[in-house]
Structure formats: structure tokens, C-alpha cells
């Protein structure tokens, strides 16, 4: 426990370390925002439910991938700059891209990072068997996937069209909410086969 939550003080660390020339330090607030829940709701988890080095390196593993995003405001990760100074070629050129597509990384990532996480939960707290944690936990990552696309929709009725543009890093692109959830639940498919194949690998071998 002592390494877990040495990471999540780090982590938390990192949240105000990211301020430090940033480009963007008045958007950057309203990114943090979720990033300070997510750390309480980990340290919590670590102290009170132990879960397993799976799902603690899966949940930290995305907080970073958030973080990432939000020292840019997702809009403007430079990973072109970072792969043209240690390969000398740009992403978005040899792909094509027109758009800077660090979200859609992200958002793929919460479907392939939350299934163990909320299969883990759903085996533990309902008693479910893996495959059925495994099928269950797809519904709740496009759940709280659509949850979040909700919020910001009213980040973006709420705030200044700047603000809310920063912040929901939609770019011009009128189906970006179908989009994530898409590329999500894609992530989450492909993660809860896998999930499933590691946690019903035990019952397996003991029912041999």
C-alpha cells in the first residue's frame, strides 16, 4: 500500500507542477477539476477496497493520460513536436490528420483502462462471474462516457464559447461526442476480452 500511495502523492504532485508555464493556466483550471476527484476516489479506493495491481496501474496509467491532455488542454498536445525531435517525421503527416487528435487517444483509452477496472469492481461488489463483469463492464464505461459528454455539453451552453471550446477540445467537429463514445466503446470491446480471458484463467485452471 505504502508504493500506491506514494504514486497517488506524486501524481497529485504533478497537478500543480503542470502549471508551470503553461500555455493555457486559466483553462487549466476547469481540467483539473475532474483530476482532483479522480485522485481522492483512487486514494480512497487503495485505502478502503485494495484493489488489484491491474486495476490501480490501469487507473493511474489514465489519470497521466489526462493530465497529459490538460497541461495542453487536450487541443493542442504536442506530440507532433515530441515525434518529429525523436524520430524526425510528424504523426500528422503520415497519417494525414488535420485535427490534433489526443482526445480521441484518450477517450479510447477509457474503454480499454476502465473494463478492468469496473469488471474487477462488478465481480467484487455483485458477485458477478467474469465473462458477465467483463460484458457489464462495457455498458458502464459508455455510460459514464455519455455522463461526461452530458457535462460538457453544459460546460459548452454554460460558459464562453472560448472557455467551452478549450475545454471540450471539439476542434470544428459538430460529431465529436459520437465520435469518443465510439472509439470508448471500441476500447472497452477489445479490453474485455482480454479482461475476461485473465480473470476466468483462474477459475479454469482450478476447475482442471
Same mark, same amino acid.
Given at each position: 500500500?505504502k508504493?500506491?500511495?506514494?504514486?497517488?502523492?506524486?501524481?497529485?504532485? =504533478?497537478?500543480?507542477a503542470?502549471?508551470?508555464d503553461?500555455?493555457?493556466?486559466?483553462?487549466?483550471?476547469?481540467?483539473?477539476?475532474?483530476?482532483?476527484?479522480?485522485? =481522492? %476516489?483512487? =486514494?480512497?479506493?487503495?485505502?478502503?477496497?485494495?484493489?488489484?495491481? %491491474?486495476?490501480?496501474?490501469? =487507473?493511474?496509467?489514465?489519470?497521466?493520460?489526462?493530465?497529459?491532455?490538460?497541461?495542453?488542454?487536450?487541443?493542442?498536445v504536442?506530440?507532433?513536436?515530441?515525434?518529429?525531435?525523436?524520430?524526425?517525421?510528424?504523426?500528422?503527416?503520415?497519417f494525414? #490528420?488535420?485535427?490534433?487528435? /489526443?482526445?480521441r487517444?484518450?477517450h479510447?483509452?477509457?474503454?480499454?483502462?476502465?473494463?478492468?477496472?469496473?469488471?474487477?469492481?462488478?465481480?467484487?461488489?455483485?458477485?458477478?462471474?467474469?465473462?458477465a463483469?467483463?460484458l457489464?463492464?462495457?455498458?458502464?464505461?459508455?455510460?459514464?462516457?455519455?455522463? /461526461?459528454?452530458?457535462?460538457e #455539453?453544459?460546460?459548452?451552453i454554460?460558459?464562453?464559447?472560448?472557455?467551452?471550446?478549450?475545454?471540450?477540445?471539439?476542434?470544428?467537429?459538430? #460529431?465529436?461526442p459520437?465520435?469518443?463514445?465510439?472509439?470508448?466503446? %471500441?476500447?472497452a470491446?477489445?479490453?474485455?476480452?482480454?479482461? /475476461?480471458? #485473465?480473470?476466468?484463467?483462474?477459475?479454469?485452471?482450478?476447475?482442471?
Amino acid at each position: 500500500m505504502k508504493t500506491r500511495l506514494v504514486i497517488i502523492i506524486l501524481t497529485a504532485i =504533478a497537478i500543480p507542477a503542470s502549471f508551470v508555464d503553461a500555455p493555457y493556466p486559466e483553462e487549466l483550471i476547469l481540467q483539473h477539476i475532474p483530476t482532483l476527484v479522480a485522485v =481522492a %476516489l483512487i =486514494a480512497f479506493a487503495v485505502v478502503r477496497l485494495s484493489p488489484t495491481t %491491474l486495476s490501480f496501474t490501469c =487507473a493511474i496509467g489514465f489519470l497521466w493520460l489526462h493530465l497529459i491532455g490538460a497541461r495542453w488542454i487536450y487541443s493542442f498536445v504536442p506530440y507532433d513536436a515530441a515525434s518529429e525531435s525523436l524520430l524526425g517525421v510528424s504523426i500528422s503527416e503520415i497519417f494525414g #490528420w488535420q485535427r490534433n487528435h /489526443y482526445d480521441r487517444l484518450v477517450h479510447f483509452a477509457s474503454g480499454v483502462l476502465g473494463v478492468p477496472m469496473f469488471s474487477e469492481w462488478l465481480q467484487r461488489s455483485c458477485g458477478l462471474k467474469p465473462l458477465a463483469a467483463a460484458l457489464l463492464a462495457i455498458s458502464c464505461v459508455l455510460a459514464v462516457g455519455a455522463i /461526461y459528454e452530458v457535462i460538457e #455539453w453544459q460546460i459548452a451552453i454554460t460558459f464562453s464559447p472560448q472557455m467551452a471550446e478549450s475545454y471540450n477540445g471539439q476542434q470544428g467537429d459538430v #460529431w465529436d461526442p459520437q465520435k469518443d463514445l465510439a472509439l470508448a466503446g %471500441l476500447g472497452a470491446m477489445i479490453s474485455a476480452a482480454f479482461c /475476461y480471458r #485473465w480473470s476466468a484463467l483462474p477459475a479454469r485452471r482450478a476447475a482442471n
